[in-house]
């Protein structure tokens, strides 16, 4: 039989009149338990997220606490390592030294010909240049730290280099006597010591002469002169220990500006150890003039050259017996050499600082810097590549006969005429560098 189109209409009601309420029920009840779980599970989300906010105020709270701890604790170990650590040499107020005008000198650049730059074979530093007989010694240096360190005295004639003797420590100067001996003056941890070793067996043996003076051992010592007597003339820094070596020691001078440097002399016929001039801001340099007898002495952070008589005993730098010959440097004065016509040949470690002596009255600032890394105090002091490394004088008439620079950048430590040169041992520089004169 066939359904029409009348009796499937008749059908389709009578089905929604039967079914249609309990459906319309069921679905409103499926409705409203959806809508009830959606409301639950906004609350919870809600909940949750009130937690977690919770605890991300409660976590930065803590953080902002540890911050704040951490921030005092830095600053509090801050003002303890640059203000309340305990230094070894407190500084002291001094009066920084005027400029002279300029001394209208020659000039003359270091040689940056490789075939004049005698190479020395891979050391770090040279403290001091001597000739004898026509060739050239070298005290010259390796190791970061002192307590790593070992010097070798090298002698070299442009060509080759041979090590005639090795110490322990920083070989820091030396000086030959009329027997031929060899006088030392060496750094290690322990402190400063004068040492001697005999002509015959120059790489046997170091002999120990002046470790301590009136009980105290020794400091830094920079240099070392043997007049024709056989009077030894050595100089010490200051108070400052050794620990670091002798170009941190200088520095520890410079910037606390203790005037305890001094230069003392040895007699090795009567073992005697005197004074022969206190008061000095760092003694870093000497040079004994025989025909006159008189002894010159790099005063590093006055910006002077000392002259003494060379027999003179408890002398104080600038007072009777003790004057400036040569002041008002422009920059702060090491090594010195002597040529035969008395020229004096003086060397620069750093250029005068305008920040230091800025700050010459503060010992509070000098203070700061004394307590800073070595690496950053270097940054304190630095030679311009184009700054004056050295300068020569006539001691007779005090007239300025040249003026020398170079492009190396480290201090000059070292410096000797050899002829119609003048070689210079420059900080971290494994060669010699020359200029003709």
């Keep these: 039989m066939r359904i029409g189109f009348v009796e499937l209409l008749l059908i389709l009601l009578i089905a929604s009149l039967t079914i249609g309420p309990s459906?319309?029920?069921?679905?409103?009840?499926?409705?409203?338990?959806?809508?009830?779980?959606?409301?639950?599970?906004?609350?919870?989300?809600?909940?949750?997220?009130?937690?977690?906010?919770?605890?991300?105020?409660?976590?930065?709270?803590?953080?902002?606490?540890l911050s704040i701890v951490f921030t005092l604790a830095t600053v509090a170990a801050l003002v303890w390592a640059l203000v309340l650590r305990p230094i070894e040499a407190p500084p002291k107020t001094y009066t920084a030294p005027d400029h002279r005008q300029a001394?209208?000198?020659?000039?003359?650049?270091?040689?940056?010909?490789?075939?004049?730059?005698?190479?020395?074979?891979?050391?770090?530093?040279?403290?001091?240049?001597?000739?004898?007989?026509?060739?050239?010694?070298?005290?010259?240096?390796?190791?970061?730290?002192?307590?790593?360190?070992?010097?070798?005295?090298?002698?070299?004639?442009?060509?080759?280099?041979?090590?005639?003797?090795?110490?322990?420590?920083?070989?820091?100067?030396?000086?030959?006597?009329?027997?031929?001996?060899?006088?030392?003056?060496?750094?290690?941890?322990?402190?400063?010591?004068?040492?001697?070793?005999?002509?015959?067996?120059?790489?046997?043996?170091?002999?120990?002469?002046?470790?301590?003076?009136?009980?105290?051992?020794?400091?830094?010592?920079?240099?070392?002169?043997?007049?024709?007597?056989g009077k030894v003339y050595f100089a010490v820094v200051g108070q400052e220990s050794a620990e670091q070596g002798l170009e941190s020691a200088l520095r520890t001078e410079l910037l606390a500006h203790t005037g305890t440097g001094a230069v003392y002399v040895y007699d090795p016929a009567a073992r005697t150890v005197e004074q022969v001039v206190g008061g000095i801001a760092g003694a870093s340099g000497l040079a004994l003039d025989e025909r006159t007898q008189t002894l010159y002495i790099s005063d590093l952070g006055s910006r002077c050259i000392w002259s003494a008589a060379a027999s003179a005993r408890s002398l104080t730098a600038g007072g009777k017996g003790c004057q400036s010959s040569f002041s008002g440097l422009p920059g702060y004065p090491g090594a010195l050499a002597l040529d035969e016509d008395s020229t004096l040949y003086i060397s620069y470690r750093w250029a005068s600082s305008s920040w230091l002596e800025h700050h010459a009255d503060s010992t509070f600032l000098r203070g700061v810097a004394l307590r800073l890394s070595e690496s950053m105090q270097e940054n304190l002091f630095s030679l311009p590549a184009d700054g004056i490394r050295a300068e020569a004088v006539s001691t007779a008439n005090g007239s300025w006969l040249w003026s020398f620079s170079g492009k190396p950048q480290g201090s000059s430590s070292a410096l000797c005429l050899v002829e119609n040169r003048v070689y210079f041992g420059i900080a971290g520089e494994k060669a010699l560098y020359s200029v003709r004169v």
Excluded: M
């Design 103 to 229: 001394s209208g000198a020659a000039q003359a650049a270091l040689s940056t010909d490789r075939r004049e730059i005698w190479d020395l074979g891979g050391y770090q530093g040279v403290d001091c240049i001597r000739t004898r007989d026509g060739l050239v010694y070298a005290a010259a240096w390796n190791g970061s730290s002192l307590k790593k360190r070992t010097s070798d005295l090298v002698r070299t004639d442009g060509g080759n280099a041979a090590v005639i003797l090795s110490v322990e420590g920083e070989l820091t100067g030396f000086a030959f006597d009329a027997a031929g001996d060899l006088w030392l003056t060496v750094l290690t941890p322990a402190g400063g010591t004068l040492c001697r070793a005999r002509h015959d067996s120059w790489g046997a043996s170091v002999e120990q002469v002046v470790t301590q003076i009136d009980g105290a051992p020794l400091g830094a010592l920079s240099a070392v002169e043997v007049g024709a007597d």
């Design 23 to 65: 459906a319309a029920l069921w679905v409103d009840r499926w409705l409203r338990r959806a809508n009830r779980a959606s409301a639950a599970a906004a609350r919870r989300r809600a909940v949750q997220e009130a937690q977690r906010a919770a605890e991300r105020e409660e976590v930065l709270q803590r953080f902002q606490k």
